[in-house]
C-alpha cells in the first residue's frame, strides 16, 4: 500500500513545479473575474465525471464564499440539472448537452470555463463552440493539452499524462482563482460595499 501512496505523490511532486508556471494566469483569471462577476456578469462551468464535480465545486465557491464573507457572484455549473441532462441528452444527443445550456444562459462578455484531464471531450468541445457563437469568452482547464486547449481563448495546461493528477491540480487552480478574484473584488466600484453581516 505505501507503494501506492509514494507513486502517487510521486506524479504529483512531479507535475507541482512545471505548475508554478501557471501563478500568473490564475491572478489574471481571478481578478478579471472579480471585475466581470462584480458587475453583474456569469461564469458557465462544465465538466464530466470528476472533473464535473470540480466545475460544481468551482461554482459554489463563487455563489456561496471561499474565506470571508461576500456578496454571492453569479456562477452556474452546467452538471447538476438530472432532469436538464437527461431530457437535452434524449432529445439532441450526448453532445449537446453542455452546448444548448450554454446558447440559454450565456450573454456576451461572459465566460465559459470547461474542465477536462483529456481535453478530447466532444461534449466540451461543442460547448466552447456554442460559447463562441454567443459571443462569450472560453477559458478551459486541462491536462496537457488536447483540442480542448486549442479551441479556447486561454488555457491552464496541467503538466500530468495522470488524470487523478490532473484533477487534483483543477482543484489548486479552483482555490487560488477564487483567492485572486476575492483580493480584487473590493476594488469592483459598484460593488464597493460587497461585504455583508451574517446573523446566526
Same mark, same amino acid.
Given at each position: 500500500?505505501?507503494?501506492?501512496?509514494?507513486?502517487?505523490? %510521486? =506524479?504529483?511532486?512531479?507535475?507541482?513545479?512545471?505548475?508554478?508556471?501557471?501563478? /500568473?494566469?490564475? *491572478?489574471?483569471?481571478?481578478?478579471?473575474? =472579480?471585475?466581470?462577476?462584480? !458587475?453583474?456578469?456569469?461564469?458557465?462551468?462544465? /465538466?464530466?465525471?470528476?472533473?464535473?464535480?470540480?466545475? !460544481?465545486? @468551482?461554482?459554489? #465557491?463563487?455563489?456561496?464564499?471561499?474565506? #470571508?464573507?461576500?456578496?454571492?457572484? %453569479?456562477?452556474?455549473?452546467?452538471?447538476? +440539472?438530472?432532469?436538464?441532462?437527461?431530457?437535452?441528452?434524449? +432529445?439532441?444527443?450526448?453532445?449537446?448537452?453542455? *452546448?444548448? !445550456?450554454?446558447?440559454?444562459?450565456?450573454?456576451?462578455?461572459?465566460? @465559459?470555463?470547461?474542465?477536462?484531464?483529456?481535453?478530447?471531450?466532444?461534449?466540451?468541445?461543442? =460547448?466552447?463552440?456554442?460559447?463562441?457563437?454567443?459571443?462569450?469568452?472560453?477559458?478551459?482547464?486541462? /491536462?496537457?493539452?488536447?483540442? @480542448?486547449?486549442? *479551441?479556447?481563448? #486561454?488555457?491552464?495546461?496541467?503538466? %500530468?499524462?495522470? %488524470?487523478?493528477?490532473? !484533477?487534483?491540480?483543477?482543484? &489548486?487552480?479552483?482555490?487560488?482563482?477564487?483567492?485572486?478574484?476575492?483580493?480584487?473584488?473590493? *476594488?469592483?466600484?459598484?460593488? =464597493?460595499?460587497?461585504?455583508?453581516?451574517?446573523? &446566526?
Amino acid at each position: 500500500m505505501t507503494d501506492f501512496l509514494e507513486t502517487h505523490l %510521486s =506524479a504529483l511532486t512531479a507535475a507541482i513545479g512545471p505548475f508554478r508556471a501557471e501563478a /500568473g494566469r490564475l *491572478a489574471r483569471w481571478g481578478a478579471d473575474l =472579480a471585475w466581470h462577476l462584480g !458587475q453583474g456578469g456569469r461564469l458557465l462551468v462544465a /465538466g464530466n465525471g470528476g472533473s464535473a464535480a470540480e466545475a !460544481q465545486h @468551482l461554482a459554489a #465557491e463563487l455563489v456561496g464564499r471561499l474565506r #470571508e464573507e461576500r456578496r454571492p457572484l %453569479s456562477a452556474i455549473a452546467l452538471t447538476p +440539472d438530472s432532469s436538464a441532462i437527461t431530457a437535452l441528452g434524449n +432529445d439532441y444527443g450526448f453532445e449537446e448537452i453542455f *452546448a444548448r !445550456q450554454v446558447r440559454a444562459h450565456g450573454r456576451p462578455g461572459d465566460v @465559459l470555463i470547461t474542465m477536462s484531464t483529456s481535453g478530447r471531450s466532444p461534449n466540451l468541445l461543442a =460547448a466552447v463552440r456554442a460559447a463562441k457563437e454567443c459571443g462569450l469568452r472560453t477559458w478551459a482547464m486541462t /491536462g496537457l493539452g488536447g483540442p @480542448l486547449a486549442d *479551441a479556447c481563448d #486561454e488555457a491552464l495546461r496541467c503538466p %500530468s499524462p495522470d %488524470s487523478q493528477v490532473v !484533477q487534483e491540480l483543477h482543484l &489548486v487552480a479552483v482555490h487560488l482563482m477564487c483567492e485572486y478574484l476575492d483580493r480584487t473584488l473590493p *476594488a469592483v466600484a459598484p460593488f =464597493a460595499d460587497f461585504q455583508v453581516e451574517v446573523t &446566526v
